[in-house]
């Protein structure tokens, strides 16, 4: 039986926390890079693009969600990656790089609270599908720029096994 259950799931400690860090977006298209990984630990290495990183302020609501999408009748299954990152204040430059990002299909490597790194758009990428600047109402309200990515994979995101495991910028 080739898609047989070969194992368990057991309840690990209550150590996880939730939200992301850091985003880094690749140098170049998916088809560009060359990826090392085993289905058993993850990706070793990411080589043939260059990343850029993205800091996330700590306190925002930025998250990745990967949404699994079963066709019982039609026999498949697919991945919906969705970054939401929110990036504080405005400016020019950011206006120039966010216009570059939304034309854009990058390559995408998620920095979790949690220390994990996970790469995302593997083969298709991950393009801006929603986004919005604003100054906000009050004194302290959000000033900035919200973005949504989102890709589809035929496989899930998966882990990188070290953080040289790709070239950062």
Known sequence: MPCA?????TLDCKDAVGGLK?????????????ITSTTASGISNVSGVSF???????????????????TPA?????????????????SQADRNRWYTLAQA?????????DGTFWLLGQVNGLEVSAGSHTSG??????????ITLTGMEAQPAQILTSTSAFTKI
């Open 52 to 70: 850029y990183k993205y800091e996330l302020m700590p306190q925002a609501a930025d998250s990745f969600t990967e949404e699994i999408t079963a």
């Open 137 to 146: 109402a009050a004194m302290g309200d959000f000033n900035g720029t919200q």
């Open 74 to 90: 039609n026999g498949n299954v697919f991945y919906t990656q969705t970054v939401v990152a929110n990036f504080a204040k405005m």
């Open 105 to 113: 299909r990058v390559l995408t490597i998620i920095e979790k609270k």
């Open 5 to 9: 259950v070969t194992a368990g799931y």
């Open 22 to 34: 850091n985003i880094y977006f690749a140098n170049g298209l998916p088809s560009a890079a060359t």
